[in-house]
């Protein structure tokens, strides 16, 4: 069984943002961490899992996701996301990043859990340090997806 603990930050929302993820197998411990100059904290919730997914070597895995976003969690758990899927994501934010989840996410056996964010949990907060320290580095990518659909709407606002 793996592990992967995940969080995201935004320094604002949108500001500038990272991820953290740390993938557990075994006694082994992997950490991850990447940082965009304009997104959301609901983007980096979600691309944290991602990342942490799109690492795994091996396909048919099966993985047990923890993270503090309710967002991402009952997306993910109550099956709101295919659903979303069916529907072609009409008028649902953060698309790109669906569809780029749910390919991956179809490699593996997954189950997601929720655990309290800034709390006791070692993991979690090691991932929130990933996270906030990767949002804060300079020279970030863009969040092609983001300011892409962002610029878009401005246009036609």
């Known amino acids: 069984m793996i592990s992967i603990y995940t ?5 604002g929302n949108p500001g500038p ?18 940082g965009f100059r ?3 904290n609901n983007r980096m919730e979600l691309m944290a899992v991602i990342i942490g997914l799109e690492s795994l070597k091996n396909e048919k895995e ?10 991402v969690v009952d997306s993910i758990a109550k099956r709101w996301v295919f659903g979303w899927e069916k529907k072609g994501f009409l008028n649902k934010k953060n698309p790109d ?16 859990e929720w655990v309290k ?11 929130d340090e990933l996270a906030t320290a990767a949002a804060d ?6 969040d092609e997806g983001y300011e892409y659909i962002k610029t878009k709407q401005e246009l036609f606002d």
């Open 38 to 40: 304009l997104t959301t």
């Open 62 to 71: 099966t993985v047990t996701i923890y993270s503090d976003s309710k967002y």
């Open 137 to 142: 580095k300079p020279d970030l990518l863009a």
């Open 7 to 11: 969080d995201g930050a935004a320094r």
């Open 97 to 112: 990043l669906w569809k780029r989840f749910l390919v991956v996410y179809r490699k593996h056996t997954v189950h997601i």
């Open 117 to 127: 964010g800034h709390a006791d949990n070692e993991w979690n907060n090691r991932c």
């Open 17 to 34: 943002g990272g991820y953290g993820t740390i993938l557990l197998y075994q006694g082994h411990k992997k950490e991850i961490s990447g």
